[in-house]
């Protein structure tokens, strides 16, 4: 499988900030997501990053909150908007197509802490 | 999309044989089953998949029933290491968006020495 890393893994935010969330593969896919777990929780799918194309969001998640880019293959990006501290969970990115598989394979993700 | 229940928690002595049933009655004919596994709000890690037949693979086997309504996941000779949350899911392909999996509240495993 690919070796996926997440940057930062974790933070502490001030409600109002944003804070952006990278998510690099060590090889080209062809599907990216990316998921919440608030605390306590299972994973939630909140989009699927397109790459050269908007993402597609899930129900009850929306671009102006959760802006999500996908330059290329290889890389993608989530932006947590104007934070407050119902955004405390963990954020995980995932990838499809690796290899030709179409299993789903996940990042360590990164823990989100707003104050 | 296909929901699967699974019992909330189980236990499991080190050494044994853990058997973590899965129901997902209402799984579609091309739905795929899915087990991964989260240790301490690590990413989820992948452990088996299957469609009809049994599957096994270095860490575990997952046996689905005929009628593909029920699946059980068996970790051999289970270790303290094997303690987390166990995920069954039914992938659902969607058309240009990629595989959906739906995670549910899965099986919290403790095993114990």
């Known amino acids: 499988s690919a070796v996926i890393s997440q940057k930062p893994s974790r933070d502490i935010c001030q409600r109002g900030t944003s804070l952006t969330i990278q998510c690099q593969v060590d090889?080209?896919?062809?599907?990216m997501f990316w998921y919440r777990q608030q605390p306590g929780q299972s994973l939630t799918l909140i989009a699927t990053?397109?790459?050269?194309?908007?993402?597609?969001?899930e129900s009850g998640f929306v671009i102006d909150k959760f802006p999500i880019s996908r330059p290329n293959l290889t890389f993608s990006t989530l932006t947590v908007s104007n934070m407050s501290p119902e955004d405390s969970s963990i954020y995980l990115c995932?990838?499809?197509?690796?290899?030709?598989?179409?299993?789903?394979?996940f990042g360590p993700g990164t823990r989100l802490l707003v104050l | 999309d296909a929901k699967t229940t699974q019992p909330t928690s189980m236990d499991c002595a080190e050494g044994r044989a853990a058997n973590l049933p899965c129901n997902h009655s209402?799984?579609?004919?091309?739905?795929?089953v899915y087990w991964y596994r989260q240790i301490h709000s690590q990413g989820p890690q992948y452990i088996i998949h299957?469609?009809?037949n049994n599957e096994t693979n270095e860490m575990a086997s997952l046996i689905i029933t005929e009628d593909r309504k029920s699946s059980t996941l068996i970790l051999p000779h289970a270790t303290l290491r094997d303690t987390a949350v166990y995920y069954c899911?039914?992938?659902?392909?969607?058309?240009?968006?990629?595989?959906?999996?739906?995670f549910g509240g899965g099986t919290r495993l403790m095993v114990k020495p």
């Open positions: 299957g469609l009809k």
């Open positions: 995932s990838v499809e197509g690796t290899f030709q598989e179409e299993t789903q394979y």
């Open positions: 209402t799984i579609s004919g091309n739905e795929y």
């Open positions: 990053a397109n790459q050269g194309s908007e993402a597609t969001y």
């Open positions: 090889s080209q896919v062809t599907m």
């Open positions: 899911i039914v992938r659902v392909a969607r058309n240009n968006a990629g595989n959906m999996l739906t």
